[in-house]
């Protein structure tokens, strides 16, 4: 099993109040389909630059999971035809977050 992050931009337009429950629905999919889905991380509602198909805003959210790499491919296409999922994009996930190194200032004489 592989981990890997799916940023999701779900279409809220006009359904502001049920926003929980779509974010519920989507991750219920996901372990429908045998994913492991490790951590949901709702980040804001933005505005997109240009409307499309009259869609001016959508709420992003970032799922963390492990899945087998055919399951992570197949999530994507899951979602193609989904009038709540607006896009989604999966991505492979570090198992850690790495921190910079950056070196510590010297002492000049």
């Known amino acids: ?3 890997y992050e799916a940023l ?6 006009g359904k502001e ?6 974010i519920d629905r989507v ?4 372990q429908k ?21 009259g869609l001016t805003s959508g709420t992003y959210v970032n799922y963390i999971f492990e899945a087998e790499p055919e399951l992570a491919h197949k999530l994507q296409t899951r979602f193609l035809d989904d009038v709540d999922v ?4 999966v ?7 790495r921190k910079s190194r950056t070196p510590a200032p010297t002492a000049t004489t």
């Open 91 to 97: 991505t492979n996930s570090p198992l850690q977050v």
């Open 27 to 30: 991750k219920g999919d996901m």
């Open 8 to 13: 999701i931009i779900i279409n809220t337009q």
């Open 33 to 53: 389909l045998g994913i492991k889905v490790s951590s949901v991380q709702k980040l804001d509602k933005r505005q997109f630059a240009y409307a499309s198909n």
């Open 1 to 3: 099993m592989k981990r």
């Open 17 to 22: 109040e049920g926003i929980q429950d779509q």
């Open 86 to 89: 607006y896009r989604i994009q």
